[in-house]
């Protein structure tokens, strides 16, 4: 029986707080004790969060495998578990990106408190170093992103050191810088940056830009404070807090911030892709329903100034020739819009093991999103696209689909349609219903333009 080679470019891990004091350069230990209060109120608010995310109530409509029952989000930070998982869903391969509900950063989020650069940095190294202990042993199935770009970084001899040492450590790929945004950090198309894309370029790292790039750190555990206060003082409005929250992440804090869209011009109107040509950027968790009028938009600012700027080519060029775009929980209008910048620049990410995700019913949506379109496409989107970019290798993980990959008919095949309650889940843990952006933000794009316009001189 034929298998779908299925890979997802969106999955997470979260260092346990467990293994805090054995990562954590000990030069930082005292700061523990603050982390662990920290990390006390951080899942008690998270612990609500995910119960309006995945209504645990109703795990007999998503839940029918008691997966997340027996506890299978917990492969965010134990392989054997994770691989459980990942075989149960016919996942060949994932991506592994920082992050999770179950335990705070160490330090270094924006969903963390605020906190001293120099420990965020020191937060990040540890979780390199856990990541490559924890989930390097499964190299064939799990792809590790380093974390370089939550880290400030005093300066681009401390970078590169890190990132030499990711790549020798068979990384694949790297948060961008600014991921966690520092003061004084300088804007991506600062020719500053240029040792650290030309050592990506030389050692073959992607670049991996995912929802929440530049927020600040602390910033969301700002937000994450000012709730656990109501938590705390006012029981009974916890579930409008929470919903508060909620809608944060979903319109225009996370998942539709323009703030990656304005990374990703930065570095494309900076004329880094010109300089550095061999490198490739991945965007993961930032929907895709915003491509077509993004770039329409972006086009236009560039034939307006293209002699004060230092790209030679629009935008949409660089999209199409460096870029690809991972639809985590894939939503129908997606799917609609899936040719707007080609559909063979689209990816899958299940979000494992995020609330918002797929997981723990990623074969039914997949079937639900990508089984009436051309079969060719579905079959890119959900595996074929990211290995041909990704230079992964494709005859290892065919092998591994053949093993443990849902069959062909499981997404094509003749299937009655999913229940009316589990496409409202779907909904309401990750809007799969939602009508698409269209041209809505560009108000919002256009004033972030303006200033890196003026910043890059355009505007003396």
Known sequence: ?????IVSVDGHAQMPPEAWPKYLDKRYHDSLPGLIEENRSYTQITAHFTQRLHNTHLLDIFDTEKALSNGGGYGVWDRKIRIQEMDREGIAGEFVHSGDARAAGLFYQSSNWTHTMDVAQAGVKAYNRWLLDEFGPDSDRL???ANIGSAPWRDMDELLAELDWIADNGFKATS????VAYPGQPPLFDRYWDPFWARCQERDITLWMHAGQGEGQGELGAIFQRIGVQVGEEEGNVGKAIDRLRNEFFKGKIFSSIKPRRATWQIMMGGVFDRFPKLRLMLSEIYGDWLGPTFKYLDAQFEQHRDSIAAKLKPSEYYKAHCMNGLSFIRRCEVDLRHDLGVERLAFGRDYPHGEGTWPNTIPWL??????????EAIGIMGGNAMRFLGLDKTK???IAQRIGPSTDAIFGEHPPLPDDLIAHFDNRAQYLAQPERETRVPEMDRAMKED??????FA
């Open 1 to 5: 029986m034929d298998r779908l080679t």
């Open 143 to 145: 792809f590790l992103i």
């Open 176 to 179: 961008v810088p600014g991921y």
């Open 367 to 376: 079937r639900d999103a990508l089984g009436g379109i051309p079969r060719d």
């Open 397 to 399: 993980l065919d092998a």
């Open 453 to 458: 316009l003026w910043r890059a001189k355009v």
